[in-house]
């Protein structure tokens, strides 16, 4: 028996990775979090992200054709959690509430934020408008792992989940291995 469920269908998905989006045109730069991003293609390396042409970053991306992933740990739930709550439009200062320390990228004109785990910097090649956002896919052109984190072992690393508004959590210590059922 199911009830039905029209409204909020993508916390079916939920819980989800959130990082942090950035951008940046004409020396103003912003940053968002965001858990609607995923990889679309592994050669040449690109991901999606969904952004809501309401939100200052989406501006940001179509004007520069560019923006930057940060993922940082769940300790840094609150300033994640801060930047998608306030909008630069509203708050000039935000980056400075959220107290982050930014690193320039190397091969576009954003930033990253200095002690992440890891990073992509993506160029844009396709935005498609689905419903109330956009899907900004976007080439890999450059990333990064921090030293001691070990892709696909969580111990070694701890990323925030996103369940819903204020809510979060983390991936578990867990690892199953499967087996096929197909004999």
Known sequence: MFKPLIKGTYYILHPRPVVLISA??????????????????????????AISPRRYTHGLIVKSGEFAVTVLHVNDVNKIHTLGTISLKERKDKLEVAGLRLKKCAK????????ALAFMECKVVDKVTAG?????????????????????????????????KELYT??????????????
């Open 24 to 49: 940046t045109y004409g020396g103003v730069t912003d940053f968002m979090a965001a858990s609607w991003v995923t990889p679309v293609s592994a050669d040449p390396p690109m991901i999606a992200v």
């Open 108 to 115: 576009i004109s954003t930033y990253i934020v200095e002690n």
């Open 132 to 164: 109330d956002h956009d899907l900004f896919i976007g080439e890999v052109i450059n990333a990064g792992v921090k030293e001691g984190v070990i892709l696909k072992e969580p111990t070694s690393y701890t990323i925030p989940l996103h369940i819903g």
């Open 170 to 183: 983390t991936p578990s210590s867990l690892i199953i291995k499967a087996k096929s059922l197909i004999k």
